[in-house]
T-cell receptor, first 112, second 115 residues
Framework: DQQVKQNSPSLSVQEGRISILNCDYTNSMFDYFLWYKKYPAEGPTFLIS?????DKNEDGRFTVFLNKSAKHLSLHIVPSQPGDSAVYFCAASAVGAQKLVFGQGTRLTINP | GAGVSQSPSNKVTEKGKDVELRCDPI?????LYWYRQSLGQGLEFLIY????????KSGLPSDRFSAERTGGSVSTLTIQRTQQEDSAVYLCASSQTGGAGNTIYFGEGSWLTVV
């Protein structure tokens, strides 16, 4: 039962353009969403989060959008830079729950 | 260091042997998590500790897996009678408090290979 799904295993974007990573979820009890970034041989690092009371959160080049009715969130990176090449995981937690549920990840490659 | 520390960073073991993986969380963090990532898969929740509360063991895949957290700090994940399907990177994470809305911070992981 995959409650958090990232349907694109990989994405390739040209440097300077916008990268859009998508994530869908099935559990309507999820109320907090996060994006993590992972480089090879390193642990995931926190990138940005959003609470279900918002539909957008922005931090520099990174913006997360939440569409609760569609149970969909996306991460926008603009402009994309070579250092953004990594695997991106979306994660969600439910009201009263302690654990984060992660998607399968999307490998983003930024081409010069 | 200031981050989550895990050891060993790499471990190769023979099938059937027991292994222990250690995690030192960020100082002052009361919540500690173990996740694992198998090749080509997402992060799979294993177990969660919060203060003195009973741990949430709902993600442990079999009774060969166990974990403890001594003194509310360091945690050890033990895998008994390892199998090849146990090969994965085991990630420990901690957060300041448990519960929804808390960002968790990961260590670099312990890469386990069962041969």
């Amino acid at each position: 039962d995959q409650q958090v799904k990232q349907n694109s295993p990989s994405l390739s974007v040209q440097e300077g353009r916008i990268s859009i990573l998508n994530c869908d979820y099935t559990n309507s009890m999820f109320d907090y969403f996060l994006w993590y970034k992972k480089y090879p041989a390193e642990g995931p690092t926190f990138l940005i989060s959003i609470s279900s009371i918002k539909d957008k959160n922005e931090d520099g080049r990174f913006t997360v959008f939440l569409n609760k009715s569609a149970k969909h969130l996306s991460l926008h990176i603009v402009p994309s830079q070579p250092g953004d090449s990594a695997v991106y995981f979306c994660a969600a937690s439910a009201v009263g729950a302690q654990k984060l549920v992660f998607g399968q990840g999307t490998r983003l490659t930024i081409n010069p | 260091g200031a981050g989550v520390s895990q050891s060993p960073s790499n471990k190769v073991t023979e099938k059937g042997k027991d292994v222990e993986l250690r995690c030192d969380p960020i100082s002052g963090h009361t919540a500690l998590y173990w996740y694992r990532q198998s090749l080509g898969q997402g992060l799979e929740f294993l177990i969660y500790f919060q203060g003195n509360s009973a741990p949430d063991k709902s993600g442990l895949p079999s009774d060969r897996f166990s974990a403890e957290r001594t003194g509310g700090s360091v945690s050890t994940l033990t895998i008994q009678r390892t199998q090849q399907e146990d090969s994965a990177v085991y990630l420990c994470a901690s957060s300041q408090t448990g519960g929804a809305g808390n960002t968790i911070y990961f260590g670099e992981g312990s890469w386990l290979t069962v041969v």
